[in-house]
Protein backbone atom coordinates (compact mmCIF):
# COMPACT_ATOMS: atom_id res chain seq x y z
CA UNK A 1 0.00 0.00 0.00
CA UNK A 2 1.05 3.54 -0.91
CA UNK A 3 0.16 6.97 0.52
CA UNK A 4 0.52 10.32 0.05
CA UNK A 5 0.64 12.84 3.15
CA UNK A 6 0.84 16.44 2.81
CA UNK A 7 -0.30 20.11 4.51
CA UNK A 8 -2.68 22.92 3.29
CA UNK A 9 -4.34 22.59 0.06
CA UNK A 10 -7.33 23.74 1.36
CA UNK A 11 -8.15 27.42 1.08
CA UNK A 12 -10.99 27.42 3.88
CA UNK A 13 -8.71 25.45 6.56
CA UNK A 14 -4.68 26.58 6.30
CA UNK A 15 -2.16 23.83 7.13
CA UNK A 16 -4.63 20.74 6.96
CA UNK A 17 -3.18 17.97 7.14
CA UNK A 18 -4.30 15.38 4.04
CA UNK A 19 -3.54 12.10 2.89
CA UNK A 20 -4.86 9.84 -0.32
CA UNK A 21 -4.40 5.99 -0.07
CA UNK A 22 -3.03 4.12 -3.14
CA UNK A 23 -3.34 0.28 -3.96
CA UNK A 24 0.11 -2.08 -4.03
CA UNK A 25 -0.34 -2.36 -7.28
CA UNK A 26 -0.18 1.45 -7.80
CA UNK A 27 2.79 2.89 -7.47
CA UNK A 28 2.81 4.96 -10.80
CA UNK A 29 -0.16 6.12 -9.29
CA UNK A 30 1.06 7.04 -6.01
CA UNK A 31 4.16 8.87 -7.68
CA UNK A 32 2.15 11.28 -10.34
CA UNK A 33 0.10 12.14 -7.58
CA UNK A 34 3.15 13.09 -5.51
CA UNK A 35 4.57 15.02 -8.96
CA UNK A 36 1.16 16.92 -9.30
CA UNK A 37 1.26 17.88 -5.78
CA UNK A 38 4.99 19.52 -6.27
CA UNK A 39 4.05 20.72 -9.37
CA UNK A 40 1.06 23.07 -7.37
CA UNK A 41 3.47 24.15 -4.97
CA UNK A 42 5.99 25.13 -7.23
CA UNK A 43 3.05 27.20 -9.25
CA UNK A 44 2.64 28.69 -5.41
CA UNK A 45 -0.34 26.85 -4.21
CA UNK A 46 -0.28 26.51 -0.52
CA UNK A 47 0.84 23.11 -0.34
CA UNK A 48 3.73 21.97 1.60
CA UNK A 49 5.49 18.93 3.30
CA UNK A 50 4.49 16.54 0.29
CA UNK A 51 5.91 12.55 1.42
CA UNK A 52 5.18 9.56 -0.14
CA UNK A 53 4.82 6.30 2.44
CA UNK A 54 5.10 2.53 1.60
CA UNK A 55 4.29 -0.73 3.37
CA UNK A 56 4.68 -3.75 1.69
CA UNK A 57 1.53 -6.19 2.89
CA UNK A 58 3.50 -9.35 1.39
CA UNK A 59 6.65 -8.44 3.17
CA UNK A 60 8.54 -11.66 4.65
CA UNK A 61 10.20 -10.73 7.76
CA UNK A 62 8.85 -7.75 10.29
CA UNK A 63 9.29 -4.02 10.00
CA UNK A 64 12.27 -2.31 11.43
CA UNK A 65 15.32 -3.27 13.00
CA UNK A 66 15.67 -7.06 14.46
CA UNK A 67 17.98 -8.49 16.53
CA UNK A 68 21.27 -10.14 14.73
CA UNK A 69 21.10 -13.75 14.47
CA UNK A 70 22.62 -16.30 16.85
CA UNK A 71 26.32 -16.43 15.93
CA UNK A 72 26.92 -13.32 14.26
CA UNK A 73 30.37 -11.82 15.43
CA UNK A 74 30.36 -8.17 13.66
CA UNK A 75 33.63 -6.03 14.80
CA UNK A 76 34.08 -2.52 13.87
CA UNK A 77 37.55 -2.09 12.84
CA UNK A 78 39.31 0.93 13.72
CA UNK A 79 42.60 1.87 12.12
Request: glycine letters at 10%; aromatic letters at 12%.
Amino acid sequence: MFVVYWLGGNPDIDGTARFRLFDANALADALRFTEDLRRRQADGEDIGFITLCSENPHSVGKPGAADPPAGYDWKKRRR
